[in-house]
């Protein structure tokens, strides 16, 4: 585990850093990632991330956002089979805006270490989800805290290279 981690693990856990970093964190991302022409996101030094290019659920407009993900696929490949997508919200009651684009419109795009690669997104749910669960509280321990938090159930996606 990276220098840190732990330290970033235990402040993400707080209220005041759900109540604060939905706002802050994003904005970062999106304009690091504008700056260096997709090469560099910043929450992805403690976490992989991508950049979601999804159509609004209602308006059909492209919207652009920064996620956490985690890869699945080959150890030392090249680039990911799929990535999982967490709907955490960082422990807020509502479901992020973009889990209700995914599931309007499945078709989207994800900008993954500077390439722009189209996928599809499917909703986990039973069985499948849970095996994925688990192995996203090992990924990232403080998403317990969230779901402990909220009586929602936390959105799983998986997305895969169209």
């Not at 970033?8 to 802050?24: D, G, L, M, N, W």
């Not at 929450?43 to 699945?72: D, F, H, Y």
């Amino acid at each position: 585990m990276a220098p840190g981690v732990r330290l970033v693990q235990k402040v993400s856990s707080t209220r005041t850093f759900a109540r604060i970093a939905p706002h802050v964190v994003p904005a970062l991302d999106r304009a690091v990632h504008r700056l260096t022409r997709g090469k560099v996101l910043l929450s992805a030094q403690m976490l992989p991330g991508v950049i979601l290019t999804a159509r609004g659920a209602r308006s059909g407009l492209p919207r652009r956002t920064p996620l956490a993900c985690m890869p699945e696929g080959a150890p030392g490949a090249a680039a990911p089979d799929s990535w999982i997508l967490v709907g955490s919200n960082f422990g807020r009651t509502g479901h992020p805006a973009w889990t209700a684009n995914l599931l309007a419109h499945p078709e989207a795009e994800v900008s993954w270490k500077g390439r722009d690669v189209p996928v599809t997104a499917r909703l986990l749910e039973g069985a499948e989800r849970a095996a994925v669960w688990q192995t996203a509280l090992a990924f990232w321990p403080p998403y317990a805290t969230y779901q402990a938090r909220i009586s929602r159930e936390i959105r799983l996606f998986r997305i895969v290279r169209r």
